[in-house]
């Protein structure tokens, strides 16, 4: 039995994070991502962000990636395939806990501070949805396995209840 070892790859901020399709490897160095290409560790992209990087999260069909930067209540969000697509969202005051991708990668949900508010920002159209007081910033919310419904736990007149969108 051998080991290949490649050399030593920098990262800060948020662990490295492997693309759904196991393609690539997303690492944040500082205000950097750097997208590397699993089999060869070539980089495949590299993208600038405007803050330190402090969470990456993969679209599920590998091809769209957001890093966080909650302290700024910010995230940027690129394309592999249309490197000239870019995506900013600003959260100003209400600030970001917790940002993810639907199912189908044309929408992004962010948890405001304090879970006060959800918000589902359209990719397709540039539209924004708010959803009130979800019981939880990074859990509570699953959706169905064709991901066209979404259910959200969330706290109605101080009691839980589970909503289905």
């Known amino acids: ?7 030593v790859y920098r990262c800060s901020g948020s662990p490295p994070t492997f693309s759904p399709d196991g393609r690539f ?3 944040a160095v500082d205000f950097r991502l750097v997208v590397r290409d699993v089999e060869t560790l070539s980089v495949a992209a590299l993208f600038s962000c405007l803050d330190r990087i402090t969470h990456i999260e993969w679209a599920a069909d590998s091809d769209r990636v957001l890093c966080a930067l909650y302290p700024r209540a910010m995230l940027q969000a690129w394309s592999l395939s249309m490197p000239a697509w870019t995506c900013k969202i600003d959260e100003g005051p209400a600030g970001i806990t917790h940002a993810r991708w639907t199912p189908d ?13 959800m918000t589902v920002w359209s990719l397709v159209n540039k539209a924004c949805s708010y959803i009130r007081a979800p019981k939880f910033p990074s859990k ?10 979404m259910a959200l736990a969330e706290r109605r007149d101080c009691k839980d209840a589970i909503s289905v969108f």
């Open 25 to 27: 490897l997303a690492t």
């Open 140 to 149: 509570g919310l699953s959706f169905s396995p064709d991901g066209r419904f």
């Open 105 to 117: 990668a044309c929408q992004i949900i962010t948890v405001a501070e304090f879970s006060i508010r």
């Open 1 to 7: 039995m051998s080991l290949d070892f490649s050399e």
